[in-house]
Every structure is written in C-alpha cells, then in structure tokens.
C-alpha cells in the first residue's frame, strides 16, 4: 500500500535497552504517524509528523521519541524499552493530505521481556 | 482527551445476517473515517464523511453519519466470511487535529 514499509516486522528485547523501528515510504508524502495497538485500547497516537523535522507528540508520548531527519523515513525509538512497551506497532502516512485516509504499514511486533 | 466510543466491542453473525456497529462522540465531529483490519493485518482505510447526515454505500457496506456530527454507523447487509475482522472509527473533533479512534469492533461470522 502507497510505498509505505516497517522494519523490523518483530523483534524481541530486553528491558532496559533502546530499540528504533523504521518506517519508510517512496512516494514523498508529508504527514506521517506512529501509532500502538493494544487490546482494549485500539490504536492509540504516539508521535507524528508533518514533515522533515517537524514532529509533535501524540496521546502516549512518554517514554518515545522520533526523528524525521528525511521525508521518507520517520524513526520510533523507545528510549530504555519497558514492558509496558510490549505492542504492535503501526505506521501511517495521510496520502490524501492532513489526516485524510490514512494508507498503514504492516506493522512491528514488539515484546520487551 | 477527546474520545471516541465504540460499540459493540465484539459482534458473532452467522453468515448472511446483518452487522452493525456505532461511533459516538461526547463533541462534534469535523468528519469521521472507518476502517477495516483483517486478522493479523494493519488497518485499511474504507471511507470518510464530512456532512451532516451524510450516507455512503459501498456495495454491502452502508456508512451514516449523524445530523448532529457526532455518531456515526457502519452497517453490513448479508454478511461473508471475507467481513471478518475489526472496524474502527476514527474521527477528528476540530480541522487540523489528529485522528482519534474508536475502541473497534470485532465482527466473527459462522460459515
């Protein structure tokens, strides 16, 4: 879908240690997201983007942080991964402009143990 | 913050019975979107409206939106098994801010 691709697509660490996703997408679109999917919770906001350094935080912010040093990449680092951390992560780029129809990535399973 | 409920939070059909599911909002709605996750799939974006009491359909998929802008429906008519998964609302309460979601529902039809 729309170019967009996550890496890696699961990774387990341990508590404590610093993990990066990567979300990539070719077709030069300005606005990304990251989001987390928890039962229960649906799809909750992390951090997003609207453009080459330009990044706000989202509902649950605490504990990440994000880089958009290039349009096409928008990195997710859990600063000391906690278990609570343990979710699937999505990325998400609004191919229609801001917040319209956003096109998702297939996702990152993350286990902190 | 702003929310947006969702109900049912799980939904079995036998196949070729009708679904339902409701988006609620506390406040107005600049527009509200839905979409569909597959088991072990990522969200797919279905449809977005932005009018009062705007109606969309596609195929067995009918889409409402409310006159007050602030509940909306997805209604399946004569489902299949290719239905199943879990539908989110997601809806913005002014322009410009983020999208917010719906808990979703999960829809589990019997062959």
């Known amino acids: 879908d729309a170019g967009i691709t996550q890496s890696p697509r699961h990774k387990v660490t341990e508590t404590g240690t610093p993990v990066t996703l990567r979300c990539h997408q070719t077709e030069n679109h300005r606005y990304m997201y990251w989001y987390r999917q928890d039962p229960g919770h649906g799809l909750r906001l992390i951090h997003y983007s609207y453009g080459v350094k330009d990044t706000d935080k989202g509902e649950v912010s605490d504990g990440y942080s994000v880089s958009r040093s290039k349009t096409e990449d928008f990195l997710l680092t859990l600063e000391s991964a906690t278990s609570s951390q343990t979710s699937v992560y999505f990325c998400?780029?609004?191919?229609?402009?801001?917040?319209?129809?956003?096109?998702f990535g297939s996702g990152t399973r993350l286990t902190v143990v | 913050g702003q929310q947006v409920m969702q109900i049912p939070q799980y939904q079995h059909v036998q196949e070729g019975e009708d679904f339902t599911t409701y988006c609620n909002s506390s406040t107005t709605l600049s527009n509200i979107q839905w979409y569909k996750q597959r088991p072990g799939g990522h969200p797919v974006f279905l449809i977005q409206?932005?009018?009062?009491?705007e109606v969309k359909k596609q195929k067995r998929l009918t889409f409402q939106f409310g006159e007050a802008k602030k509940n909306s429906s997805l209604h399946i008519t004569a489902t299949q098994t290719t239905d199943v998964g879990t539908y989110f609302c997601a809806g913005t309460h002014n322009a410009g801010n983020m999208l917010t979601f719906g808990g979703g529902t999960r829809l589990m039809v019997k062959p």
């Open positions: 998400a780029i609004s191919v229609g402009g801001k917040n319209y129809g956003y096109t």
């Open positions: 409206l932005v009018k009062s009491g």
